[in-house]
């Protein structure tokens, strides 16, 4: 398995792997969800990268709580990363 680090290099990532570190460590889905709102289509893929499948579901599921009327950018983003 890809550390942060080795994939935020293959990906030349311009956001340091720790910009979801701490919500993701602390299960803080919806911060980390309303963050990620705050970025570009690529820096959202890029992080997705680095985080699990379960979670990126997680992040996906409290944007829809975090935030219902623009969720559609973070959900969409990081449902591409698993295709």
Do not use: F
């Not at 935020?8 to 803080?28: E, F, K, S, T």
């Not at 990268?49 to 409290?62: C, F, K, N, V, W």
Request: aromatic share 4%; charged share 25%; with cysteine.
């Amino acid at each position: 398995m890809n550390t942060p680090e080795e994939i935020y290099q293959r990906h030349a990532c311009p956001l340091r792997p720790q910009v979801l570190g701490a919500r993701v460590a602390a299960g803080d889905w919806a911060d980390a969800a309303l963050q990620l709102n705050g970025l570009n289509k690529d820096d959202i893929k890029c992080l997705g990268h680095m985080i699990t499948h379960d979670e990126r579901s997680a992040i996906m599921r409290a944007a829809y709580r975090a935030m219902p009327a623009w969720l559609d950018r973070v959900v969409d983003d990081l449902a591409e990363v698993d295709t």
